[in-house]
């Protein structure tokens, strides 16, 4: 829904929902400002919005912004960079683990058409498991390691809907759908908006937050050795697929 906003005659816009949102949050917006959006019958009090009405009483309360997410906002970027990457390897250790114990083959054909529905359907239930830890504690095992913990603004937890769906827009916008190409582009974008606006794609436009206390030293050092772990797990669950190729390469490079 977009909106055009008046005062003193001038007229101006039009401005999406996540901005008009935004300007309430920073106070730039009041109840009785006028604001038009399509389908209104003339210029109406921006409190009257039924959209926007939600923001308006939010502001009666602030939330406290962790000092953290106002003051370091790189080193928490990091934070939740590395945490992210944490449960999207811990996943897959786990769905390569099932698949090699089912005998079924981890990597797919290189003689076949790349699926992105083959894709989708293995991601699927990490969208819904995150969505699901997120919603029920906050944060999944990468956020916990990193102290990090998904809110409202209001400070209270997310329902399970909407961390699915969060989950689902972390995993097309912020990881490309596990596109070589998308991918990198979706962290790039996700790092600009957060320099930009505060916040990625997924958590702007709705105001949630994801902040917490610096982890412990314990915490970090337990996160690299975890992480090195499950990448070494998971290259020993991908070598038998693996090793054929890894000969050949070998065979190649081998002096004649």
Do not use: C
């Amino acid at each position: 829904m977009q909106f055009w906003l008046i005062e003193n005659g001038e007229k101006s816009g039009p401005l999406e929902d996540y901005e008009i949102r935004e300007l309430i949050r920073k106070g730039e917006v009041s109840p009785d400002r006028k604001i038009w959006h399509e389908g209104a019958d003339g210029w109406v009090s921006a409190g009257e919005v039924a959209v926007l009405k939600s923001e308006f009483e939010k502001k009666l309360e602030p939330p406290a912004i962790p000092e953290e997410l106002k003051e370091k906002p790189p080193f928490l970027y990091w934070r939740r960079f590395g945490a992210r990457w944490f449960d999207y390897m811990l996943y897959h250790l786990i769905l390569f683990a099932i698949f090699r114990a089912g005998g079924l083959s981890i990597l797919p054909d290189p003689e076949a058409e790349p699926s992105m529905g083959r894709v989708f359907l293995m991601m699927l239930p990490l969208v819904i498991m995150e969505g699901a830890l997120i919603g029920a504690l906050g944060h999944t095992p990468g956020k916990w390691l990193m102290s990090l913990r998904v809110t409202r603004p209001d400070g209270g937890l997310l329902s399970t809907g909407a961390s699915v769906i969060r989950s689902l827009r972390v995993w097309v916008l912020g990881m490309g759908m596990g596109h070589p190409i998308l991918l990198p582009i979706g962290h790039l974008v996700a790092l600009w908006m957060g320099h930009k606006k505060g916040a990625p794609l997924w958590d702007f436009p709705l105001g949630q937050l994801v902040g917490g206390e610096k982890p412990s030293s314990k915490k970090i050092v337990a996160f690299f050795l975890l992480f090195a772990a499950i990448f070494v797990a998971i290259s020993i669950l991908l070598w038998p697929e693996t090793k054929p190729m890894h000969e050949e390469i070998m065979r190649q490079i081998e002096p004649r």
